[in-house]
């Protein structure tokens, strides 16, 4: 069982609003990844961090933004929630060594309205 | 049963039947080919990876064949049971980075 924690699981919230989904392991990984996932569809990744103070944007644009101030810690920010940002965030974090075995959350299911 | 990956997104077995999910993948540049299995509600989570440089591995039920000829990738789950319904994504690390890219899913659904 993977110890890494998102919350809120579901959110549904109004247009224009700031939210933040939280992201935390238990496990002293050094690398963490945000990725977005539409319904049956495959993972896009939009943000990671192979450490402490690093952050990188991945493949896919995102307006959102991410900090990393603790290794434990990999909350995911929306200054303005629109619609199209609806969609299921999932967190994961890897090993230094072993990148291709990702522990994921349960992901949020973010609705905007 | 076997599903054609990108194309049927859906496969439907009978328990205790041999299941057959195939991947293609672009990027010959890759060096491991990995299975994720998402149920319902979760996160993906690993199930069997296999570098580049072999054609087939297996595990516990599972195997994973690998084709670079024609850039095909395989996992067959052994007497499929009703704990294996979910959504089973390929990937493939790629780059200097080493990040996954994602196939689309393939759902299975196992009929008691």
């Known amino acids: 069982e993977a110890d890494i924690y998102q919350t809120p699981r579901y959110l549904v919230i109004g247009t224009g609003k700031k939210i933040t989904l939280e992201c935390s392991q238990t496990m002293g990984h050094d690398k963490m990844y945000w990725y977005q996932q539409d319904p049956g569809m495959e993972l896009h990744l939009i943000h990671y961090s192979y450490g402490v103070n690093s952050t990188e944007k991945g493949d896919l644009s995102s307006e959102s933004t991410v900090s990393r101030i603790r290794t434990e810690h990999f909350p995911l920010t929306l200054e303005s929630a629109r619609p199209s940002h609806t969609s299921q965030y999932l967190c994961a974090s890897s090993e230094s060594t072993r990148q291709k075995i990702q522990y994921f959350g349960a992901g949020t299911r973010l609705s905007v309205l | 049963g076997e599903s054609v990956g990108l194309h049927l997104p859906t496969l439907s077995v009978q328990e205790g039947d041999n299941s057959i999910i195939n991947c293609a993948y672009s990027?010959?540049?890759?060096?491991?080919f990995i299975w994720y299995k998402q149920e319902s509600g979760k996160g993906p989570q690993f199930i069997i990876d296999i570098r580049s440089n072999m054609d087939k591995r297996q595990g516990q039920r599972v195997t994973v064949l690998l084709n670079k000829t024609v850039k095909h990738l395989s996992l067959q789950i052994a007497a499929t049971q009703p704990g294996d319904s979910a959504v089973y994504f390929c990937?493939?690390?790629?780059?200097?980075?080493?990040?996954?890219?994602w196939g689309l899913g393939t759902s299975l659904a196992v009929n008691p």
């Open positions: 990937a493939e690390r790629v780059g200097n980075n080493r990040k996954l890219i």
């Open positions: 990027n010959s540049a890759s060096d491991y």
